[in-house]
């Protein structure tokens, strides 16, 4: 079992390494699971064991999971990609392939927030593209539900609020 265990999370590096973007918990799982390489019960753990040992980095928004594969990782992948069978490679390849678009979009335009000491509620919009912060906006809120609205919003109206504040912060400035 341990040898097997072995396998899931050279998998899983393999996988974080071949992106340049993180991933989710639901990505790697979709992959992983669908596949029937293992169950819930043992990914869990190899995931778990993998940000323990600091070969990947963990990152959580509103209820997901997000990974980055660490330099240590990399490292680590680099000597053991060989004990991953290559069919199992080729599948991962393929699936990464397939699912880059959908994935990237994912995690692209992301909303969390958190209720601030005096009880209203502060809300972190981002838009990422690789691993670059193309926008970072935070706006205070009265309660929970106008939270939760505005994460909701910002998925769908990202690119136009994104759009909109580059053209107002470019524009020439009248008569100045």
Not at 25 to 32: L, N, R, V
């Amino acid at each position: 079992m341990a040898e097997q265990i072995t396998l899931y999370k050279l998998m899983i590096l393999y996988m974080l390494e071949h992106v340049d973007f993180s991933l989710s918990y639901t990505h790697i799982s979709d992959f992983i699971l669908e596949r029937g390489y293992t169950d819930y019960f043992h990914l869990q753990p190899a995931i778990a064991e993998l940000a323990e040992m600091g070969l990947i980095h963990e990152e959580s928004i509103r209820s997901s999971s997000y990974y980055m594969i660490t330099p240590e990782g990399e490292e680590t992948i680099g000597y053991f990609r060989n004990r991953i069978p290559a069919e199992f490679r080729s599948e991962m390849d393929e699936w990464l392939k397939e699912n880059r678009l959908t994935m990237i979009n994912d995690i692209a335009v992301l909303a969390d927030y958190y209720r601030c000491t005096g009880g209203d509620y502060e809300v972190c919009c981002r838009i990422r593209e690789k691993k670059q912060q193309l926008c970072e906006l935070h706006l205070t809120v009265g309660d929970e539900a106008m939270a939760k609205a505005v994460c909701s919003s910002w998925k769908k109206k990202s690119q136009d609020l994104y759009q909109y504040l580059m053209n107002e912060l470019l524009e020439e400035p009248d008569g100045d």
